[in-house]
């Protein structure tokens, strides 16, 4: 038998294994789809490369998730724009626009009375992209108020791909961006930073599952850490032409629940009013699930079903 070298048996495997890429428009994001944010405290993102496998099952310190709502833009938006971030009850909307080879930033509004607007777009991903791929773009603009210039680069690498564990089951498929940014305002020092962030994306939803971002400011007075955690909210759509709102029923529940889907559910978890995670056992009766919520303590919850082709979420009362 002919010697093959381990290093070619090794690209050889490599080269057969899953490899997500992430083909026009994938991780743009369309009026229509909403999601619910968590923000907890900060984790490890793990290593780069190839067949990955990522815990993220049980993040720490999650607050109460926050609609995300991508709103059809309104007449007094720019004339390239595509789509609109809304989030929350806050009257804050970011505003993006879907090219054919790019997801671009043209203006957000992070606070009341605040805006940051691009006269050069920032890239947020572009596309098609395969594992190691990388770009660097650069973006400018100006802060109001107090009305600052501001410059920087954006910098992302497709550094890895595999599977990521989620307090609801694993997600395979997963690929990731590693995002390096540098902010510039002369103006205003303080503001100055630099992002180290790392976003997973599932095949079935352009919000990433999971975003990790690391602050710190040029200056060194201010360092900021936390992570991100979406789940698809089909719930209470208004634009979204596929979404089917579940029922729990009773509501409010004591013990056992009925919820009617024809869907194959892998898993199920309830979310509480503080973004903490709690497994649910179910069983199958033709076509409802029923789930047992009588270990969890009263309050409002959002139950996600786990299926084979994303996440269900439907809310309820636990009396």
Same mark, same amino acid.
């Given at each position: 038998?002919?010697?093959?070298?381990? *290093?070619?048996?090794?690209?050889?495997?490599?080269?057969?294994?899953?490899?997500?890429?992430?083909?026009?428009?994938?991780?743009?994001?369309?009026?229509?789809?909403?999601?619910?944010?968590?923000?907890?405290?900060?984790?490890?993102?793990?290593?780069?490369?190839?067949?990955?496998?990522?815990?993220?099952?049980?993040?720490?310190?999650?607050?109460?998730?926050? *609609?995300?709502?991508?709103?059809?833009?309104?007449?007094?938006?720019?004339?390239?724009?595509?789509?609109?971030?809304?989030?929350? $009850?806050?009257?804050?909307?970011?505003?993006?626009?879907?090219?054919?080879?790019?997801?671009?930033?043209?203006?957000?509004?992070?606070?009341?009375?605040?805006?940051?607007?691009?006269?050069?777009?920032?890239?947020?991903?572009?596309?098609?992209?395969?594992?190691?791929?990388?770009?660097? =773009?650069?973006?400018?603009?100006?802060?109001?108020?107090?009305?600052?210039?501001?410059?920087?680069?954006?910098?992302? $690498?497709?550094?890895?791909?595999?599977?990521?564990?989620?307090?609801?089951?694993?997600?395979?498929?997963?690929?990731?961006?590693?995002?390096?940014?540098?902010?510039?305002?002369?103006?205003?020092?303080?503001?100055?930073?630099? *992002?180290?962030?790392?976003?997973?994306?599932?095949?079935?939803?352009?919000?990433?599952?999971?975003?990790?971002?690391?602050?710190?400011?040029?200056?060194?007075?201010?360092?900021?850490?936390?992570?991100?955690?979406?789940?698809?909210?089909?719930?209470?759509?208004?634009?979204?032409?596929?979404?089917?709102?579940?029922?729990?029923?009773?509501?409010?529940?004591?013990?056992?629940?009925?919820?009617?889907?024809?869907?194959?559910?892998?898993?199920?978890?309830?979310?509480?009013?503080?973004?903490?995670?709690?497994?649910?056992?179910?069983?199958?009766?033709?076509?409802?699930?029923?789930?047992?919520?009588?270990?969890?303590?009263?309050?409002?919850?959002?139950?996600?079903?786990? $299926? =084979?082709?994303?996440?269900?979420?439907?809310?309820?009362?636990?009396?």
């Amino acid at each position: 038998m002919k010697h093959v070298p381990v *290093l070619a048996l090794l690209l050889l495997a490599l080269r057969g294994m899953a490899q997500p890429d992430i083909p026009a428009g994938m991780a743009s994001r369309e009026p229509g789809q909403h999601f619910l944010r968590s923000y907890c405290d900060t984790v490890a993102p793990g290593t780069a490369g190839p067949a990955q496998t990522w815990d993220m099952s049980a993040v720490p310190g999650c607050d109460t998730p926050i *609609l995300y709502d991508w709103i059809t833009p309104g007449p007094a938006a720019p004339a390239a724009c595509t789509a609109v971030l809304h989030y929350g $009850t806050t009257s804050s909307l970011d505003v993006f626009a879907a090219t054919p080879a790019a997801f671009q930033l043209l203006r957000t509004a992070p606070f009341p009375n605040e805006a940051w607007t691009y006269d050069d777009p920032l890239d947020v991903v572009r596309y098609p992209m395969s594992f190691g791929d990388t770009y660097t =773009d650069t973006f400018s603009g100006i802060h109001a108020p107090p009305g600052g210039a501001f410059s920087g680069t954006h910098t992302v $690498t497709y550094d890895a791909y595999g599977a990521a564990t989620m307090p609801w089951g694993t997600v395979s498929g997963v690929f990731r961006l590693h995002i390096q940014d540098t902010l510039y305002i002369p103006a205003e020092d303080f503001r100055s930073y630099t *992002l180290d962030a790392y976003e997973y994306f599932s095949p079935d939803m352009r919000e990433p599952l999971v975003r990790i971002t690391n602050y710190r400011s040029l200056d060194g007075s201010y360092r900021n850490g936390g992570t991100s955690l979406f789940v698809a909210d089909p719930t209470g759509v208004d634009e979204h032409p596929t979404a089917t709102a579940l029922t729990l029923t009773p509501d409010p529940a004591q013990g056992a629940a009925r919820v009617r889907t024809d869907k194959r559910v892998i898993a199920a978890q309830a979310i509480d009013a503080v973004g903490r995670m709690h497994g649910i056992p179910f069983t199958r009766a033709d076509h409802e699930l029923l789930v047992d919520v009588s270990a969890l303590t009263p309050g409002t919850y959002c139950l996600l079903l786990r $299926t =084979d082709t994303g996440l269900l979420p439907v809310r309820f009362v636990k009396e």
